[in-house]
């Protein structure tokens, strides 16, 4: 029983490169998240989906692109790496967006820019 | 928007010790989860109390809803309670707002 899986566990690249973060659930979960989280400090929200068809942006989108592919699986994409970007991304569920369900999070993906 | 403040920051505790983690915020919440960031960085849910107290083994946790706090209690700490504690909050819709994170370590 996996639950929320994040692929890759750890990634380096280049300034400017691009990556696509992969997150996959296993619990039917209509809401997906995106967060990342910076060194001494909570998550921040990157993205958001809804339901299966839907995304929007949260508290940093800047630099982001989402696609919900389907209801298991939400991507994350960096089209033009940059140092600011290094941190460690978390991929989250909820049973259903907003009040009353509680968030399930992937072990994160740790990501370096040099 | 709303404040999210954990304290303390930092938390050092001898094995066997109890301690209360405080999580004030600024505005009524829909939801509130205590998370436990463990030392590989995993996110594990403590609980959903959005009001009330839950209780699960050494750890129980208390909501006033009216007067804006969470408290997480721990009791007879243990090495493995080590890591980092968070308060996160919804407000309605999508936005779940973290706090800084209590950093607990627990000496043997």
């Known amino acids: 029983n996996a639950g929320v899986t994040q692929t890759p566990k750890f990634q380096v690249l280049k300034t400017g490169q691009s990556m696509t973060l992969q997150c996959a659930q296993d619990m039917n979960h209509n809401s997906m998240y995106w967060y990342r989280q910076d060194p001494g400090m909570g998550l921040r929200l990157i993205y958001y989906?809804?339901?299966?068809?839907?995304?929007d942006k949260g508290e940093v989108p800047n630099g982001y692109n989402v696609s919900r592919l389907n209801k298991r699986e939400f991507s994350l994409r960096l089209e033009s790496a940059a140092p600011s970007q290094t941190s460690v991304y978390f991929c989250?569920?909820?049973?259903?967006?907003?009040?009353?369900?509680?968030?399930?999070f992937g072990d994160g993906t740790r990501l370096s820019i040099l | 928007g709303i404040q999210v403040e954990q304290s303390p920051p930092d938390l050092i505790l001898q094995e066997g010790a109890n301690s209360t983690l405080r999580c004030n915020f600024s505005?009524?919440?829909?939801?509130l989860q205590w998370f436990h960031q463990n030392p590989w960085g995993q996110l594990i849910n403590l609980f959903y109390?959005?009001?009330g107290t839950k209780q699960n083994g050494r750890l129980s946790a208390t909501t006033v809803a009216t007067e804006r706090y969470s408290l997480l209690y721990i009791s007879s700490s243990q090495t493995t309670d080590s890591g980092v504690y968070f308060c996160a909050v919804n407000t309605g819709g999508f936005k779940t707002i973290f706090g800084a994170g209590t950093r607990l370590f627990v000496k043997a």
């Open positions: 109390i959005p009001s």
């Open positions: 989906s809804a339901s299966e068809g839907t995304t």
């Open positions: 505005d009524s919440v829909n939801n």
């Open positions: 989250a569920t909820a049973a259903r967006q907003g009040i009353g369900q509680p968030q399930h």
